[in-house]
């Protein structure tokens, strides 16, 4: 019996693990002064389109939209609103990287301190998320709904997932083609 929360679970592995990358990353910026541009654009783009688009978009357009409908407990409402919190702090962090990143590829080094205090703000931000989700809000969000429920909401986050390579790549062209405009 597979319930909405499994896949959700799954995509936490694949974010942790890039998530101990970036603390690599973020000391070895730190020690070095130099910032590798590719690679951080790599990183942005994992968190944008998996973590961000694919991953936190299954859970606030389905999972937490379905459990807003329910009458959460004080405590696991609060817990909700917490997460989406932490999702909108993820952006900005996001956000304040990139723009971090492009003053630092103008030739301004003091930007270095801001990608590497960007980088441990994601860092310090997704291993705690994430257990909260998977030990504590999950397990309980799962409470609130029956298996009709459970069913199709797993079929509603198998067609965003279908959704999301089409978006990126239709993203990527049209990005394309305003830079060449
Ligand atoms: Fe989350
Ligand atoms: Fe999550």
């Not at 995509?11 to 603390?23: G, Q, V």
């Not at 994992?46 to 991953?55: L, P, V």
């Not at 999702?87 to 003053?103: F, I, N, P, S, W």
């Amino acid at each position: 019996m597979v319930m909405p929360i499994g896949p959700l679970m799954i995509e936490h592995r694949t974010i942790e693990k890039m998530i101990a990358l970036l603390a690599v990353e973020a000391d070895s910026v730190a020690e070095s002064g130099t910032v590798h541009p590719v690679l951080l654009d790599s990183a942005v783009d994992f968190i944008r389109t998996y973590a961000d688009r694919t991953h936190h978009g299954k859970e606030e357009d389905i999972l937490f939209r379905d459990l807003a409908k329910k009458d959460l407990s004080a405590q696991d409402q609060s817990m909700m609103q917490e997460l989406i919190n932490e999702h909108t702090y993820a952006r900005q962090a996001v956000r304040d990287l990139v723009e971090a990143k492009e003053r630092y590829l103008t030739g301004d080094t003091a930007a270095i301190e801001a990608i590497v205090e960007q980088l441990r703000a994601l860092v310090g931000l997704y291993p705690p998320h994430i257990e909260k989700e998977d030990k504590h809000f999950f397990p309980a969000a799962m409470r609130y709904l029956s298996r009709a429920e459970q069913d199709a909401m797993l079929e509603e986050m198998h067609a965003f997932d279908q959704k999301m390579i089409h978006e990126k790549y239709k993203s990527v062209v049209e990005q394309f083609s305003a830079q060449r405009a």
